[in-house]
């Protein structure tokens, strides 16, 4: 029976995966339909969100069933809540890859405002913290995981300066720059929540390893004495 268990939870972490990598891809397509202004692939991404939606659907069915069949506890049981939370999480940043498209359809039309730099820098590590915070559950590594956790500090700056350039060196200084700087904040709002998503995978990989609950005190999380060093 045990045996049996642990097929299953192969298959649930195996499905997991597939469904990160689909929503890397739908990162990756909504910042180059944004940089092409290619409302083509802009909506793709859009379309393609039915997908993931049919796909979260089957995880949390499969782990309910799992739940109710096996009832399993401690290790057992941290492991397929943790996957449930995560199919959650993935889920969600799918919806905010559509919500950049739809901010991409707006602008398609629309001379580009500024050249892109620090979105496609913000982009880049969202979809990077996504990578670290699935690869971290898949190889139950709570270092890792940490590493996510603690490069969130890094995105939140780079929100903020986008927002600030967006508002005051466009905005403020020209009234007629707001209807297309609107759209970038509200996307550059988007990549940053993906990055918080990502964190919130990486402190259920903790709980999941540890049996230890850290998301209401990042503050007291430190990297080992050993990385440090690096």
Known sequence: MERHLDEEMEIVKNDLL???IMVEEAIQNSIEALKKQDARLASKVISDDERIDEMD???EEKIIDLLALFQPFAGDLRFLTTAMHINS?????ADLTVNISQRVLELSEQPMLKPLIDIPKLAARAKHMVRESIDSFIKHDEKQALDVILSDKES??????VIQELIYDYMVKDASTVTRAVPLLLLTRDLERICDHATAIAEDVIYMVQAKMVKHHRADLKKPKSQKAE
Not at 89 to 93: D, F, G, H, K
């Open 18 to 20: 597939k469904m990160g």
């Open 57 to 59: 659907n089957q995880i």
């Open 89 to 93: 999480e993935l889920e969600r940043i």
């Open 156 to 161: 939140n700056q780079l929100r903020t300066m």
